[in-house]
């Protein structure tokens, strides 16, 4: 049972599959991040609440339906989820962004903070934490405690590529937390990567190691 909402349009499986590609450059993986976080927001904001307006067309007054003045908030999980920032903001550009930032220590595996700043008007924002890759779920995890600090109206994850450990981590640990990802691989391999996945989303972004 993945206990996430799988966004696979044609459209995304196509990109994300040139992004797995270990021959395509960081040039390249930032464009095709961003172009399917672009997608991807599309989906997530599908329950964005509606409100009835009046609006004059050339031919005669009538009722439509506009987006309900709902405060959003993107929160990047540094560095990789600056990956899909763009992206999601082409979509909603008045939104607020905070940042987590925070690495795996590649022993132990636990994140390790060292960064967090939130708009501070979070407790009237919807936030839209991002990051590439769910693995085991503690980076994902570890930023949304932090986030939950601040009190925010609601808490969504959205990721690329996930791992069911991952998805299960979160959920034990945030079950309010709905999850989307444009896919779910097989496994983690020792060293907790995600297997096939795409490597460190990270290094890939921006050429590192
Ligand atoms: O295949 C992978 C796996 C992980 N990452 C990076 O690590 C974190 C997520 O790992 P967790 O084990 O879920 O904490 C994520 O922020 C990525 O930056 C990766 O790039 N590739
Ligand atoms: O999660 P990590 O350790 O891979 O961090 P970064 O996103 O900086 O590559
Ligand atoms: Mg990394």
């Not at 927001?41 to 003045?69: C, H, N, Q, S």
Request: hydrophobic share 40%; charged share 30%; with cysteine.
């Amino acid at each position: 049972m993945s206990n996430a909402v799988v966004i696979d349009h044609p459209l995304i499986q196509h990109k994300l599959a040139l992004l797995r590609d270990k021959d395509t450059g960081p040039k390249e993986f930032r464009e095709l991040a961003n172009e399917i976080a672009t997608l991807m927001a599309y989906e997530v904001t599908r329950d964005l609440p509606l409100k009835e307006v009046e609006i004059e067309t050339p031919i005669k007054k009538a009722k439509f339906k506009m987006i309900e003045g709902k405060k959003l908030g993107i929160v990047p999980i540094l560095r990789a989820g600056l990956g899909m920032l763009d992206g999601v903001l082409k979509l909603i550009p008045t939104a607020r962004v905070g940042h987590v930032g925070l690495y795996r220590d590649p022993e132990t595996l636990e994140a390790v903070e060292y960064y967090c700043k939130m708009p501070t008007d979070v407790s009237e924002r919807d936030l839209i934490v991002v990051d590439p890759m769910l693995a085991t779920g503690g980076s994902a995890s570890a930023a949304i405690s932090f986030v939950k600090e601040k009190d925010p109206r609601s808490i969504k994850l959205m990721c690329l590529v996930s791992a069911q450990v991952g998805i299960d981590r979160v959920k034990k640990d945030h079950p309010d937390v709905e999850i989307y990802t444009a896919a779910i691989d097989e496994k983690l391999n020792d060293h907790a990567y995600i297997v096939p996945g795409l490597g460190d989303a990270g290094d890939r972004l921006y050429g590192t190691r």
